[in-house]
């Protein structure tokens, strides 16, 4: 018994392995990732990339999934790009936000003196409306780890958080 998984290349999406590096290039951007595995194999094949394993293991084959699962979002983060929006929500201080640099600012959240930062990693986008955060990029990871760094700096800590549910919180992706 093997594992395979088959993943099918959207047009205007170009798809090259070498060393062990695949290159997804496509109208957003390029992106690069490094797919080696001991024991997978990558066979490209026109529009359609086979990911392939003779070994039965079970972290082996999960393995397999995973790789075919980084393809394919890599894919639709260089044809569509990926956005998340974020909600500002504060019920006691009013909240500011800014971006400076590669740091997104949070000015009096809760009515703190000083501000907290968060990083945008990255070629990530973030732009602010009014108490909406939306952010743009190819690569989903990047994108979600911001969006997470972000979520995180506003985490309320030595109040009770039924009380105090200010913050800013993920509330749609695509």
Known sequence: MFSESKVTIPSGVDVSLENSILTVKGPKGTLERNVWYPG???VIDGEIVTIKT???RKKVT???GTLAAHLK??????SEGYTY???VVYSHFPIQTKVVGDKFEIVNFLGEKHP???RIIDDTKVQI???QVVITGINKDVVGATAANIER???VRNRDPRVFQDGIYIVHKE
């Open 54 to 56: 003779e070994l039965t």
């Open 73 to 78: 979002n890599m894919c639709k983060g260089t």
């Open 62 to 64: 999960s393995m397999v």
């Open 153 to 155: 700096a506003t985490k």
């Open 129 to 131: 409306n009014n108490e």
């Open 40 to 42: 997978i194999d990558i």
């Open 85 to 87: 929006t974020m909600k």
């Open 116 to 118: 907290r930062y968060a």
